[in-house]
């Protein structure tokens, strides 16, 4: 869905992007086919994985069908990703509100992300600043050697009826945008 994509430009550089679908149906069938692919390609590789890799092929095959939430089905969801010297809440709120007119623009009621989120970053409270509800958490335990906190994989949506609870301040000043 190329219409569905935005990239976030600042002082003229590329420094995020978000990539949304709001075919619900059609990106559940390409990823299944997808994975089968995946899979197969995997299964041609595994032999020359590093340690590291063969310990994420195990986590995926043992844990992550238990560990990873379900998702909602019937609405649009999104990833986003923005460089460390762009991200903030203004810049991240321009990104999310170029989306959701989009998806307003079609009649789109909801929108939800999962996103990896832990207690000293990325908490429920800066989810909800931009009107995000969690819906679950739970923890990945793929993380436990690497991290010395939990990690957990948070669903959050969005009603896009409800007004916003966020406006950028009147002070601020940088220049980007955020273009489909």
């Not at 809440?89 to 990104?95: A, N």
């Not at 989009?102 to 600043?129: D, N, P, W």
């Not at 509800?133 to 949506?157: A, D, G, M, W």
Request: proline share 6%; hydrophobic share 35%; glycine share 6%.
């Amino acid at each position: 869905e190329p219409e569905s994509c935005f990239v976030m430009e600042l002082n003229g550089e590329i420094k995020g992007y978000l990539l949304g679908s709001r075919k619900p149906f059609r990106h559940q069938f390409y990823s299944f086919f997808h994975n089968i692919l995946l899979f197969l390609k995997g299964v041609k590789r595994y032999p020359g994985y590093s340690k590291t890799s063969k310990d994420f092929v195990g986590w995926v095959l043992r844990n992550s069908w238990k560990e990873v939430p379900a998702s909602p089905r019937r609405c649009a969801h999104f990833h986003i990703n923005i460089l460390p010297e762009a991200q903030g809440v203004p810049t991240t709120f321009v990104m999310l509100q170029a989306y959701f007119k989009h998806l307003k623009k079609y009649g789109e009621k909801t929108v939800y992300a999962q996103m990896v989120t832990f207690e000293s970053r990325r908490g429920a409270k800066v989810l909800e600043r931009f009107g995000f509800s969690v819906i679950n958490r739970s923890e990945i335990t793929k993380y436990r050697k690497i991290h010395p906190e939990p990690v957990y994989l948070t669903t959050i949506i969005k009603d896009l009826e409800k007004p916003e609870k966020y406006t950028l301040p009147s002070n601020y000043d940088r220049e980007f945008a955020a273009t489909s």
